[in-house]
């Protein structure tokens, strides 16, 4: 009777250890990308992954510093080259993806942008261990609605951009993977600099912290999945 009562004593308190540690279970995040995921222009703990990690940690998941796999000036193709220039950890439980709008600053096909994307896509699932779950594609933002191309044709870059994300939109619902748009809210430039960063062109600290406000937020409502 000692021996059961014990049992019955000593299997909750197991139950909620093993409970307790898939909830803190610390988990990795990548995030590929250009300029825009490196944070250009920001200290690197305005840049989004980095808000979106600490916003993660104050809604108690446990997640390392994310790892950055973006170069200012990269398109698809060039972050696919960097992609298979590095040395990754087996799978990651967050993967993010942000690419293209150096495919329509430098006036490139968009059927090639469609392609190359697929194959990012692909290769961020793949990171993921094949959980499209744990992928999330933002959305490319409008350069055009800030001080850098005041001079420039802003309704021209505008529907560029709207095309290009069309096309990645696309992909990322057909895939069945979380897309996080961030675009409308990045042509509030125009109306408010404090979303602009210093260089007249990149977002400010605060407009990345809306990025990240919404892929948190996202990545929040998989959180069930992500265990």
């Known amino acids: 009777m000692n021996r059961l009562k014990q049992l019955f004593i000593t299997l909750p308190f197991l139950i909620t250890m093993s409970l307790n540690s ?5 988990r990795n995040f990548l995030a590929l990308g250009d300029s825009y995921t490196i944070g250009e222009s920001v200290p690197i703990y305005e840049s989004f992954p980095y808000q979106t990690v600490q916003l993660l940690r104050k809604k ?11 170069k200012t000036g990269w398109t ?5 080259a960097g992609i298979e220039k590095t040395t990754f950890s087996q799978s990651y439980d967050i ?4 690419i293209g709008v ?5 006036g490139k096909d968009p059927s090639a942008y469609e392609q190359e994307f697929e194959k990012l896509l692909n290769k961020a ?4 261990g094949g959980n499209k779950q744990h992928v999330f594609v933002l959305s ?35 895939a069945g993977i979380a897309y996080v748009s961030i675009t409308e809210g990045s042509r509030e430039a125009t109306s408010n600099p404090l979303l ?12 990345y912290g809306r990025w990240a406000k919404k892929l948190a937020d996202a990545i929040l409502q998989q959180v069930r999945r992500l265990n």
Do not use: C, Y
């Not at 490319?140 to 001079?151: K, M, Q």
């Not at 602009?196 to 407009?207: C, R």
């Open 22 to 26: 898939t909830a803190q279970k610390q």
């Open 60 to 70: 108690g998941m446990s997640v390392h510093a994310a790892e950055i796999i973006a």
């Open 76 to 80: 698809t193709d060039e972050l696919m």
């Open 95 to 98: 993967v993010s993806l942000l």
């Open 102 to 106: 150096n495919n329509q600053f430098r």
């Open 125 to 128: 699932i793949a990171f993921a």
């Open 140 to 174: 490319i933002p409008d350069w055009g609605a800030t001080p850098f191309a005041a001079s420039r044709d802003r309704v021209k870059i505008g529907k560029e951009i709207d095309l290009f994300n069309a096309i990645n939109k696309k992909m990322t619902d057909a």
């Open 196 to 207: 602009v960063a210093k260089d007249g062109l990149h977002p400010s600290g605060m407009e």
